[in-house]
């Protein structure tokens, strides 16, 4: 019997787990490979998604450096020392006002404000300097406020889901910076007229409700209301002289209009009522003029009385004296306080110069009246007569109202240019198209290709350890059966 060859057997056994390595080793680079083009994969598959993403919800955006330069704001407040408050930018009024500008010219025909709720992001914008010395102060506990007078608002353009086209409806086009520039125009109009002066002048020029007013009396309220108008255009005028309107028209010229209705207008239809007599109803009228006289000649006796107390003051006063004394004044604010007779002599002189200029003042008041009554009193007219002398008065008053109204309307207009001229720079802004590439678009795409290829990564390595750990069950299957195989020979 021959002994086995040991040497052979040992030798194909070698050769046999040689061959395994390679082909472990081979298997777990062709692995690394696979696992790195899943990794590669899964985070372009994420950048993409994510790009868009981005791209529908943020296609469409745009920003608004505001600059609000009138002195108010350093108090946080408008020209007229209303509140300021920046979120007032994006109101729902001054949305819909905006976006009724674009609707004029054919764009955002589908939306409203309450699209536009989440479509804003506003901040102030403090400088460096301005914000360390804020954030020092309140954490030393101090109680420090500052306001900003820049601002930054952006604009994301939302899709028009109401509108019929589909691709209109995902992919609209891009008006976020036009919509912002009209949002700002908003604003401006907004500030320089309600907050800036115009709005004031507009309820000054208004045109009055005349149910309730005689002739005469309308006549009295619209003499004083242009007095009140040109007063104003005197203040205007004299802030800007050299201002002149797109007609050419000056600040001077408008007055001078409103000059020529009371002087050729006005005072010929009050001659005419004088004269004539009349009334809407001249038995009110006479009640009215009536009660006008009792009510005047008592404040006329009042201030008759107190210019006669002051007189008396003055000449008892003695000149020689001059140490100080405790001196009973009118004044209730005051009461009774230690000064020199001297100046409460120039008290009593003031007061008695009041109180005569109240006796002037009610002293004419009660003598128009008088005539007036004594004119309805003296006159008397046929039931014809008196329609023919009413009808023309009407007849007058309308053409009048009608040459106010038509020059208040010119007024508006041109006091409206003066206050866009003068509150010119009181809001700027410089509106900018965000752009859809960007560095942070890049930024966050890159953080979501490696989160995702971390996570193929870690997907894949779970994978790849079950399977070796069947194949490596498997390997030590086979190794068993070799070298029971072996043991066998």
């Known amino acids: 019997m021959k002994p086995k060859d040991t040497r052979s057997g040992g030798m194909m056994n070698f050769r046999s787990i040689k061959n395994l390595r390679r082909v472990f080793y081979k298997g777990r680079i062709t692995k690394f490979k696979k696992t790195a083009g899943f990794m590669i994969l899964a985070g372009l598959a994420a950048a993409l998604i994510y790009f868009g993403c981005y791209a529908y919800l943020e296609y469409a955006v745009s920003k608004a450096d505001v600059v609000l330069s009138y002195p108010e704001i350093a108090q946080s407040k408008y020209p007229n020392s209303s509140r300021f408050t920046y979120y007032e930018f994006i109101n729902d009024d001054n949305v819909n006002a905006a976006i009724k500008k674009m609707q004029e010219k ?25 914000n360390a010395s804020v954030m020092t102060a309140r954490s030393e506990g101090n109680d420090f406020s500052y306001v900003a007078n820049e601002y930054k608002i952006t604009f994301v353009q939302p899709h028009a889901y109401k509108d019929p086209n589909i691709f209109a409806k995902l992919f609209g086009r891009d008006y976020s910076d036009e919509f912002l ?17 115009i709005n004031g002048f507009c309820d000054m020029t208004d045109m009055l409700e005349t149910d309730t007013y005689d002739y005469n009396e309308e006549l009295r309220v619209y003499r004083t209301k242009i007095n009140s108008i040109n007063n104003y255009l005197d203040y205007l005028n004299n802030k800007d002289p050299d201002f002149r309107s797109e007609s050419g028209m000056t600040l001077e010229d408008l007055k001078g209009k409103y000059e020529f209705l009371i002087d050729d207008v006005l005072d010929g239809i009050s001659d005419y ?49 001059t140490e100080n004394l405790i ?22 002189v003031e007061q008695k110069h009041d109180a005569d200029k109240k006796v002037a003042e009610y002293g004419s008041k009660v003598n128009i009246n008088r005539r007036e009554l004594a004119i309805f009193d003296s006159v008397e ?18 053409k009048f109202r009608e040459q106010y109204k038509e020059l208040s309307e010119t007024a508006d207009k041109i006091v409206t240019e003066y206050y866009n001229e003068e509150n010119e720079d009181y809001i700027t802004a410089k509106i900018t198209k965000k752009g859809l590439i960007s560095k942070s678009l890049i930024v966050n795409m890159g953080i979501a290709f490696s989160l995702a290829a971390a996570v193929a990564f870690v997907v894949s390595i779970f994978i790849s350890f079950v399977k070796d750990s069947k194949r490596l069950n498997q390997s030590h299957m086979r190794m068993r059966e070799i070298k029971f195989g072996e043991e066998e020979a």
């Open 106 to 130: 054919g764009k955002y025909k589908y939306f409203t404000a309450d699209d536009f709720r989440r479509s804003f992001f506003i901040y102030s914008n403090i400088e460096g300097s301005a």
């Open 381 to 398: 007219y046929t039931q014809e007569e008196n329609k023919r002398l009413t009808e023309k008065c009407s007849a007058l008053m309308t």
């Open 273 to 321: 009522i004088e004269s004539s007599g009349i009334s809407k109803d001249i038995d009110l009228a006479r009640n009215k003029l009536k009660v006008n006289i009792e009510n005047n000649q008592l404040k006329y006796d009042k201030y008759a009385d107190r210019s006669e107390i002051n007189k008396y003051a003055m000449d008892e006063y003695d000149h020689t004296f």
């Open 181 to 197: 520039r009209a949002l700002i125009d908003v604003n401006h109009e907004r500030i320089a007229n309600e907050s800036g002066g």
């Open 327 to 348: 001196n009973v004044i009118q004044n209730k604010q005051y009461g009774l306080y230690q000064a020199r007779p001297k100046t409460e002599f120039d008290t009593v």
